[in-house]
């Protein structure tokens, strides 16, 4: 590669990546509905009350595991990427 080519690059990735850093300055961050459960979730795992939670539904046999468990193999993206699994020659799915 030329010397010249490669700085025009360099130059090309340095303009890019300041632009976006000048750009995401210049924006405040929009707080998502989501940071909230996020923080509050966190705050389980790290006051133990998730490993809590998680060991009374282990030992109580996984009743609500198996349930979301059934729902999300259930649920129509999985159904039809089995039947879309099946036409596909080349893809294991045993796997």
Known sequence: MRA???SRA???????ASSRA?????????????DAGSRALL???QNGTFAKNWM???????????EYK???SEHLLETTGKELRKLMS???DEA
């Open 43 to 45: 705050a389980e795992i």
């Open 4 to 6: 010249s080519t490669v």
């Open 70 to 72: 059934t729902a999300d």
């Open 22 to 34: 000048a750009s995401a300055a210049s924006v405040a961050p929009i707080a998502s509905p989501h």
């Open 56 to 66: 009374d539904e282990y030992h109580g046999g996984l009743k609500r595991y198996n």
């Open 90 to 92: 080349w893809v294991n």
């Open 10 to 16: 360099s130059r090309s990735r340095r303009s890019w």
